[in-house]
């Protein structure tokens, strides 16, 4: 059996005592140790199961299958559209001014050191509803129009509209995760110290989640996947902002994700 390497993208399978995990996916990210040898693997969260669970779990190799470099998950399965690139964008992932491959893929370490740096200054922008930097926003779908906002979201450009609805995962994805890791405030007194400093606690655990999960799934090739599954996730929910609604109505495919930042992420090229 193959042995994985680091940033291999894998579907779990034949489970026992962690059934409910079987058909999840994960990235790996490091190499196995143990007796018997176990893969650490960071979790896609994509599977309600996965929720109970750690973001790095450990797994031995006859439990993981190998998946191609890319790969999606349902309905967001689909690649991302070919279409223009940013090449600043390219340059912030190490593509050398637009000539992704000319130096051959980076290592896996480099490649999580650089995913980790755009998704924390995205996740800056969310934060401060802020315009992201022009040489990362295109990894994550987004091309900002200053020009354009105002009216009607049918008259949005699509690249404005996917940035409306990162803000809606990131306001989602932070109260269901201060609902586990915040304080019982049937417990605790909300005008204490202790309960503000456990609230920061909680809401810094969130932002480190959301930011593990963004950067595994940049690693594994498969963040418009990721992307689309949480805004049909939230739809089916009724917590769909009209951002994400305008988006599904339109479809993904014309979302403008900068797709050799992307395949240099996933160490494609």
Excluded at 33 to 61: F, N
Excluded at 78 to 99: F, K, L, V, Y
Aim: with cysteine; charged share 25%; net charge negative.
């Amino acid at each position: 059996m193959a042995t994985l390497t680091e940033g291999t993208r894998v579907r779990l399978s034949g489970l026992v005592s962690s059934a409910a995990l079987n058909g999840a996916e994960g990235v790996v990210v490091g190499r196995p140790d143990g007796d018997p040898p176990r893969y650490p693997v960071r979790l896609l969260r994509t599977p309600a199961a996965v929720e109970a669970h750690a973001d790095v779990i450990r797994v031995k190799r006859q439990n993981l299958e190998p998946l191609p470099r890319g790969a999606g998950q349902g309905a967001a399965s689909e690649a991302p559209p070919s279409g223009p690139t940013n090449p600043s964008g390219a340059a912030a992932a190490g593509g050398g001014g637009g000539d992704g491959s000319r130096h051959g893929p980076l290592d896996f370490k480099t490649r999580e050191r650089v995913a980790r740096a755009m998704v924390q200054r995205f996740l800056e922008a969310l934060a401060d509803d802020a315009y992201p930097d022009e040489a990362i926003e295109a990894a994550f779908g987004v091309r900002m129009n200053p020009q354009s906002g105002g009216g009607d979201l049918d008259t949005w450009p699509i690249g404005n509209l996917t940035f409306g609805a990162w803000i809606t995962i990131n306001n989602w994805y932070t109260e269901d995760k201060m609902a586990v890791y915040g304080p019982d405030e049937d417990e605790a007194d909300p005008g204490s110290d202790s309960y503000h400093e456990a609230m920061m606690a909680a809401l810094k655990r969130a932002s480190k989640d959301l930011e593990d999960e963004l950067v595994a799934a940049l690693l594994g090739g498969c963040l418009p996947a990721w992307y689309e599954a949480q805004l049909r996730r939230l739809q089916g929910e009724g917590r769909a902002s009209g951002y994400a609604v305008e988006i599904i109505r339109r479809g993904f495919r014309g979302v403008p994700w900068d797709v050799q930042v992307l395949a240099r992420m996933a160490g494609l090229v």
